[in-house]
């Protein structure tokens, strides 16, 4: 049963996307069985990787129009699929409002493929409504990008308790893989201070690897490519691949 990792923080522009198509990549480049699922209306994801938002999407799925097989569509990295989202995903939440199995949505439709694959990677919309709970809820663990700025610190306050009501009442085996820094600039003071009081609190649960400011890393989405593929040998690059190899290593 492949691994299921949910990419959260309600706080936009944060490197979630991006961070969830590398990671993805990465773990497909070394050998791994990868599904990425968009579970984002704005379908970021989906055109990162160069597929089309076309019929059946990730909402056909959960509408029950469509099997979660036959929304599956391959990316230019081997090992490395995914079921797309389009805007028709944003009424998604009107719709489950009023269904009792409401925030287990995802999971069965994840639980349906979770055996052809090693990881199964959603990216979360940038709230923490009902997608994102349905994504808390299909979870083994949340990855979380946190930027190098202030708010942050206090965003992540609040997504931590999200996460703690979930694990008390929705999902009790969920786990917070881990947190990591994106677009780092290693020449301002706040962006260390903000490591520095991140890694003192958390502790372990902080990865180490740290993504920097890459401009590479921001033209790669607009290719349709994966930073793997687009220019493998930028410091965004190897950053990614190093903490895809970190996400193997802790299990």
Do not use: W
Not at 78 to 99: F, P, Y
Not at 196 to 214: A, G, H, L, W
């Amino acid at each position: 049963m492949g691994k299921v990792i949910v990419f959260v923080n309600q706080k936009g522009g944060v490197g979630k996307t991006t961070s969830s198509i590398n990671i993805g990549a990465y773990i497909a480049v070394a050998g791994k069985k990868v599904l990425l699922v968009d579970f984002d209306s704005q379908g970021n994801m989906s055109s990162g990787v160069g597929v089309s938002k076309d019929k059946p999407t990730i909402y056909e799925v959960m509408a029950e129009a469509a099997t979660a097989e036959d929304a599956i569509k391959h990316t230019k990295v081997a090992n490395l699929d995914v079921i797309s989202a389009s805007i028709d995903l944003a009424g998604a939440a009107m719709e489950l409002v009023n269904q009792t199995d409401r925030n287990f949505f995802l999971k069965k439709v994840l639980d349906t493929v979770r055996d052809k694959y090693d990881y199964i990677l959603v990216d979360c919309p940038p709230s923490l409504g009902m997608l994102t709970l349905n994504g808390l809820c299909a979870a083994d663990e949340v990855l979380v990008p946190m930027q190098c700025e202030y708010f942050a610190l206090e965003g992540i306050t609040l997504l931590l308790q999200t996460i703690q009501q979930v694990q008390k009442g929705l999902n009790p085996s969920l786990k917070i893989g881990g947190i990591f820094f994106t677009m780092y600039d290693s020449r301002t003071r706040l962006a260390q201070d903000v490591v520095m009081q991140v890694k003192s609190y958390f502790k372990d649960v902080v990865f180490n690897t740290i993504i920097p400011r890459n401009i590479r890393l921001s033209e790669a989405p607009s290719h349709g490519e994966p930073i793997c593929i687009y220019d493998p040998g930028c410091i965004g690059a190897k950053s990614y691949q190093k903490l895809a190899e970190e996400v193997i290593n802790r299990g």
